[in-house]
Every structure is written in C-alpha cells, then in structure tokens.
C-alpha cells in the first residue's frame, strides 16, 4: 500500500499536482480506477498492467515499485523487529513457534526507518525518469528523521553510561572520557544507536549523551552536512570540468539521509553512492560510451546510485563505522581527508574536461 501511494508521487509530483485529489484516475481515459483494481500488485497484475476501460498499457513502474516497496519493508522488518540489530527494549519477537507479537518500540522504529526508505524509492525513481528530485519529498522525510532523531538520541537503546567504553587497560593507564575519540582506545568502542554516531566525541557538556538536545543538534548537522559535501564536491567538479555533473537535488537527498543517519554516513554515503552508480548504473552505459565516446555529455541521474549507497552505508555502519572513526573524529586527520579529496575532485574534473569541447546545449537543469 505504500509502494501504491509512492507510486502515486512519482507519477505527480514532478508535475507539481496534488497528490491528494483527485482520486486514482486513466492517464488516457481519466475514469477513477475501481477500489478493487487499485489493489496493489493485485490489481495491476489481474488487468494485465491496462485500464479497465479503454486497454491503455500502464507504465511497468507501477507493479516494481510495489513489488520492491514492498521487498524492502519486509527487510527492514527483519531488520529492526525479528533479528533485533540495535538491541531495542521488548520481549523477543519471534514469529514462527514462539512470541507472535512484536514490541511497540520495535514497531515505531521500523514505522521511522521505512519513511527514510520511502522517501529515497520515491525521489531515486522520480530522479531516474525526470532527472529532478521534488523538494517536498527529502525535506518532508527530514523533518521526520530529526524529530525521530530527538525522540531516539545517540546511543539509545545503549544506556547513555556506555556513550564510550575505552578499554579496561586504557582506563587503567590512566585514560580518561574526555580524551578524543579517534584514539585508539576507543576505535570500535562507539555504540551503534539507532542514530548511529554522535556528532563529535568527547561530547559537549551542554550536550550529554542520550539527552534530546544531542539528537536533534545531531539530526540538523547530519542534514547540514549532507547537503553541504554535495555542495562542496559539485563545485569542486565543475570548476575543473566546466559543466554541470551533479544537481542540487542530490544535495537534497543526502540532506534527508543526515537527518536520519548523522553527518558521518551522509558523508560516506556521497562516495558509496558514487561507486554504486559507477559500478550499477553508469558502467554499461560506460563500457558501451568508451566506443562512442561522447557518453559522458548525457547527463546520467544520480539520484538512485546515491540512495544505493545511503542504504549500503546505513546497514553497514556497525562494521565500517570504527574503520572510519580516526578520520571521522579527528580535525587533523579530517582535514587532510578533505584536502585529498578537494585536490582529487578538481584534477578529476580538469582531466576529464574536453580538449575538443565545442559547446553544446545545457541540459536541462534542476
Ligand atoms: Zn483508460
């Protein structure tokens, strides 16, 4: 059912009509879609994906987002309810044979993260086919992912008392809380909370863990963050290229994913997001353009390979987290990260500017 109304986003949103009103209707014949034909899945597979009335053919879209919405909540229950991966509070949900009820907090965690997966299916297939993503959709799912955020602050459901655990000789060596976290004592100690990192450590005073103060500054720099990287890493591009490569509708969705995730994966979700459109989206197109050479001019949308890597970075935070953390928590080693990166992005654009660049139509912007 939410795949349904997702697709029902896609297929208005980037017209900029309601979503509300009116009800489901024939593209080519706008009589409503009887209740029964409007079933999900069901209903398109029973009329053989036509209208009812006049046989137009409807896009196959409609039954693969149902179908992968319906695919990734079944996920993301297994995820949060039944294998439990964050610890939440409750009895044991175990479906078959055993507790057949699961906890409410389990419910209303999996009830926030399926609005972040929502919202990255809804504007990675918009962006696919329209090359824009409607504001309306990341801004609406960030308001959501930082006042989840505040209500769920880092580290629940860890007990705020093990914020960070150095190690027991640490601790004897005389270490002390307050020394920086990307030490060595406490690589891989930082509990994994359903927001997965605090912004900083050792935290503010004014800013304790657990506290809802942590969880919403954390949500509003996670979105700063995500939107500014997109930001940064454009410009840098296309000072060196001379063309626009990447919209600002990419911005917006790794705004969404910070709100939800913090600033760290959001950040490490941009690169993700460019190796999985590399590797899933842009290769063919690639292998087949290195032959014609004039593939990188038709500006490929980004939008699904970076909702690719926000899912990949989010679910595999536990184990790549403390691989990163001496570069996410340390300004000096930060700071040289960042110079790399700048270096790199603007040796990239200027390598792979034209020589023979005869100036050719923009395409369209977002
Ligand atoms: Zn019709």
């Not at 460019?274 to 500006?299: I, N, T």
């Amino acid at each position: 059912m939410v795949g349904s109304f997702l697709n029902v986003l896609v297929a208005r949103l980037p017209y900029e009509k309601s979503v509300l009103w009116p009800g489901s209707r024939c593209f080519s014949c706008f009589r409503p879609i009887r209740p029964l034909d409007n079933l999900p899945i069901v209903g398109y597979l029973r009329l053989r994906g036509r209208c009812r009335f006049c046989k137009a053919e409807f896009s196959a879209r409609y039954l693969w987002v149902e179908v992968g919405t319906g695919l990734a909540f079944l996920g993301l229950f297994l995820w949060d309810v039944v294998f439990n991966v964050h610890g939440l509070p409750g009895a044991r949900y175990e479906p078959v044979g055993g507790n057949t009820a699961p906890s409410a907090v389990g419910l209303a965690v999996f009830g926030y993260h399926a609005v972040l997966v929502s919202c990255l299916i809804a504007a990675a297939v918009i962006d696919a086919g329209h090359r824009i993503i409607p504001p309306a959709i990341p801004f609406t799912g960030a308001l959501v992912g930082i006042v989840g955020g505040a209500l769920m602050p880092w580290p629940w459901p860890h007990p705020a008392a093990e914020a960070v655990a150095p190690t027991a000789a640490a601790v004897a060596a005389g270490f002390t809380p307050a020394a920086p976290w990307s030490l060595s004592e406490c690589w891989g100690r930082i509990p994994v909370g359903v927001q997965p990192w605090p912004f900083w450590g050792p935290l503010p005073a004014w800013l304790p863990a657990g506290s809802w103060k942590l969880g919403l500054v954390n949500g509003f720099l996670g979105a700063l963050a995500g939107s500014l990287v997109v930001r940064w890493i454009k410009w840098l591009f296309e000072t060196g290229f001379g063309r626009e490569a990447l919209g600002l509708g990419d911005a917006d969705l790794l705004f969404l994913a910070g709100a939800f995730l913090g600033w760290q994966p959001a950040v490490l979700s941009l690169f993700a997001g460019a190796f999985a459109a590399l590797l899933v989206f842009k290769l063919p197109a690639g292998v087949v353009g290195l032959f014609r050479g004039r593939e990188f001019e038709r500006e490929l949308p980004f939008g699904p390979g970076l909702a690719v890597g926000v899912v990949a970075t989010w679910l595999a935070w536990p184990w790549v987290g403390p691989r990163v953390q001496f570069v996410f928590l340390d300004l000096r080693m930060l700071a040289v990260v960042v110079g790399l990166v700048s270096v790199g992005m603007l040796a990239a654009g200027l390598l792979l500017r034209r020589k023979d660049d005869a100036p050719t139509p923009e395409p369209a912007t977002r």
